[in-house]
């Protein structure tokens, strides 16, 4: 059994196939506000949290506090209702997590999304009982590509960063996982493109693709 290893999973884009789901919840919520969400908006705001994309997105006012919170519980309500049934589960992430749990290596979920999200995710994946660690939005004070995130994860597994590897779909996620000090796989998933995730030690299409020796592999490797 492998000790001391971990890997951090984003949660959008890696472990579920999220990005129609959020798409039409922007677009609800625009509608409701009288306001417009377009794709190549919604795709600028990977990675970030809604609040910071509630205000840099829709800047031509400024938005108190209580209405950024109020927008953004109401957006992630509509996403969660949307998920929920169909729950479109990312192919092979449930094997994966399952997999590395049984090679000994320690999981973590570390998301900008809220802790409703995740912990729906998480728990429609079943595997609730291997994620030790959930970072999620209530818990960050600065949206990838700061580490924040990341390092948040590595410390709630009691890992170094040097231990750990990040699984993301973003480049915004890429750049918090190096700025961190964490290898990263990039995840081709809805959305993005390989060349997009160049900037990861490894990219696949598939989770599939991934098995435990090869993420302990590109640990050892390091940051190239």
């Known amino acids: 059994m492998l000790d001391g290893i971990g890997v951090i999973f984003d949660v959008d884009g890696v472990l579920i196939d999220s990005y129609h789901a959020h798409f039409q ?5 625009a509608s409701e506000i009288g306001r417009t969400c377009t794709e190549s ?20 006012k400024s938005w108190t506090v209580d209405e950024v919170r109020q927008l953004d519980d109401r957006k992630e309500w509509l996403f969660r209702e949307i998920i929920r049934d169909p729950f479109p ?19 973590a979920a570390g998301s900008s999304g ?6 729906l995710v998480i728990e429609s994946l079943g595997v609730a009982d291997i994620v030790q ?7 960050v004070t600065r949206g990838k590509p700061d580490p924040q995130v990341f390092q948040l994860a590595a410390q ?14 973003a480049p915004a ?20 493109t390989r060349p997009e995730l160049d900037n990861a030690e490894y990219v696949v299409d598939s989770l599939s693709e991934l098995t435990p020796p090869q993420i302990r592999n590109l640990i050892r490797n390091g940051l190239r």
């Open 25 to 29: 919840s922007w677009c609800q919520l």
């Open 41 to 60: 908006e919604f795709v600028r705001g990977f990675g970030r949290t809604s609040r910071e994309n509630i205000v840099e997105q829709w800047s031509d």
């Open 89 to 107: 589960a990312m192919a092979g992430a449930a094997d994966l997590i399952r997999s590395l749990h049984q090679a000994g290596f320690r999981v």
């Open 114 to 119: 809220p802790p409703e999200n995740v912990n």
């Open 133 to 139: 660690c959930r970072i999620t939005a209530r818990d």
């Open 156 to 169: 709630g597994l009691g890992l170094p960063v040097s231990a750990c590897c990040v699984v993301e779909d």
């Open 173 to 192: 996620g890429i750049k918090a996982a190096h700025a961190a000090g964490i290898v990263c796989i990039g995840l081709a998933s809805t959305g993005r």
